[in-house]
């Protein structure tokens, strides 16, 4: 069975019920029954423009019901949804327009159409690619009048493309199959106690595996009410909160959710679970909350090729610092960066394999046997796992930094940072914040006569990569510590500026 037909057999059951709620949706909202007819009329318009089973549809657009109806259409037309951060630049999604290779784009100004003609091919072979706002592929798919029936899907086929970031500054897709969207959302769902009655506050972007996947397959299998915010912030969460029964967030949420007085155990009363991903969970924020609301997060572990690969339990311990058990049918191992097993209770690089562990990269051959062993993906997480079975991430391969839930490979930063003006070399690398969980932050060599200062590149910064990638803080130094074998040492930068957005460092 594919992911559009389990969403769809679901909702056959309950039309009437709501969807979505929330600002700008009226009294009534959305209901499943309408989200579902006119996303088989937008699969009809899609096939329309030329779309066809396994063709990509790109989409890099604000927050809305209606890109959750054009991701339904996609899947229902039997074409790949291949979803962008809004926040990446136009050199950016110059990469991504390459190697995607779409039918369709969908992007979020009408300046950002600019240089690309909506519908052109310069060399004969060459993919044609129809460039629209949202706005106005909308506009063109709500003329049609009769719905597509659903493409027939099998579990291997491809259903989403989610790129990540290259330690090389080249992006990987991760391909997704409906297999493994499926079997995920329905061990979630079994393992979180989704339930009809159930009423998800919605806050997180819908560019990536945990709003877009976790969250609203979790609700459409039931299904289920969503309270569909724009975007996250403690005013409108609060005020979602009476008859939700459910929040999802990264752990940037919950550190403004507990700056906030009306936060309370009385506000939180009607709430049955507090779900927190996409980056490690500091054990003061776990305790903050639970003496505040009297309640316990649930953290869990996932990542773009598996989606989620742990959780703690419904019912049971939820430990700080832990992230839980493997999903059922899934299994985890730990091994040493040479492949050779680990002893009991020691970290290791943490594999893993199940049905819901992507088959590859897009176009990539050699970085998916690269990321494969024995046929285990491996994370590059570096983990410990209990004798019950438990499994803490205790640190990341490589240089990672997950700043606000958005993952930033530094490698992309320094390769911008190096061209700049004044320039010499630079390290980039994470250092604790109270509220992004890690900041970004750069140390650089510089040539004192060419530097124009911090302000200047980092607006050049800002230009040529996506905010969240954008350093909070450059630091000069004269050279890059390095090890004998001339390596930076990032772990000696780390050490050496972990104060540096900490209450002591405050002046």
């Known amino acids: 069975m594919g992911l559009y037909e389990a969403l769809w057999t679901a909702a056959e059951q309950r039309l009437e019920q709501c969807a979505f709620s929330g600002p700008g949706l009226g009294a009534e909202g959305v209901s499943y029954g309408a989200l579902h007819e006119r996303a088989g009329r937008w699969a009809a318009g899609l096939r329309a423009l030329g779309v066809t089973p396994g063709d990509r549809v790109l989409v890099q657009a604000e927050k809305s019901v209606e890109v959750v109806v054009l991701y339904l259409a996609t899947l229902r037309a039997g074409a790949v949804y291949v979803p962008l951060n809004t926040a990446y630049t136009a050199k950016e999604m110059a990469y991504f327009f390459a190697d995607a290779a779409p039918t369709v784009a969908v992007l979020p100004a009408p300046e950002a ?263 285990w993906f491996i994370t590059g997480d570096m983990a410990q796992i209990d004798e019950t079975g438990r499994v803490s991430i205790v640190g990341r391969h490589k240089d990672l930094v997950i700043s606000g839930g958005l993952n930033v490979y530094p490698r992309e930063v320094e390769s911008v940072l190096d061209t700049l003006p004044g320039i010499e070399e630079s390290a980039v690398f994470g250092v604790p914040h109270r509220d992004f969980g890690e900041a970004v932050v750069a140390a650089v060599v510089l040539k004192e006569d060419a530097y124009p200062g911090d302000g200047a590149t980092l607006a050049a910064l800002r230009e040529a990569l996506a905010a969240f990638k954008v350093p909070k803080a450059l630091f000069p130094l004269a050279t890059l510590p390095r090890n004998t074998m001339g390596k930076v040492q990032k772990n000696q930068l780390r050490a050496d500026y972990a104060e540096t957005f900490s209450e002591r460092a405050a002046p």
């Not at 491809?158 to 959302?185: D, E, P, Q, V």
């Not at 949420?253 to 049955?272: F, I, K, S, W």
């Not at 985890?332 to 893993?352: D, F, K, M, T, Y």
């Open 113 to 375: 159409l600019a240089g690309a003609p909506s519908e052109a091919h310069s060399e004969p072979g060459e993919e044609v690619c129809l460039r629209l706002t949202l706005e106005a592929l909308a506009a063109r798919l709500d003329e049609e009048t009769e719905g597509l029936a659903p493409v027939a899907r099998s579990p291997e086929d491809l259903a989403a493309i989610l790129y990540t970031s290259g330690t090389t500054g080249r992006s990987k897709g991760a391909m997704l199959s409906h297999g493994n969207l499926l079997s995920n959302a329905e061990a979630l769902r079994t393992l979180w106690g989704w339930a009809r009655d159930d009423v998800l506050v919605h806050s997180l972007p819908i560019y990536h595996v945990h709003g877009l996947f976790v969250a609203l397959h979790c609700a459409m299998l039931e299904p289920s009410e969503v309270r569909f915010l724009p975007r996250f912030s403690p005013e409108a969460v609060l005020e979602a909160l009476p008859g939700a029964t459910v929040f999802m967030g990264v752990p940037t949420h919950y550190v403004r959710l507990l700056d906030a007085p009306e936060l309370t155990a009385q506000a939180a009363a009607g709430m049955r679970l507090w779900v927190s991903g996409s980056a490690p969970l500091r054990p003061e924020t776990h305790e903050a909350f639970e003496a505040r609301t009297g309640q316990k997060i649930l953290e869990r572990y996932g990542m773009s090729e598996a989606g989620m690969i742990t959780s703690n339990p419904l019912e049971g311990a939820r430990l700080p610092g832990t992230v839980g058990f493997v999903l059922p049918e899934g299994e985890v191992r730990l091994r040493s960066e040479a492949g050779a097993a680990v002893p009991e209770g020691a970290v290791g690089v943490l594999e893993i394999r199940g049905p819901n562990v992507f088959s590859g990269y897009w176009r990539q051959p050699e970085k998916t046997a690269e990321s494969f062993r024995d046929g």
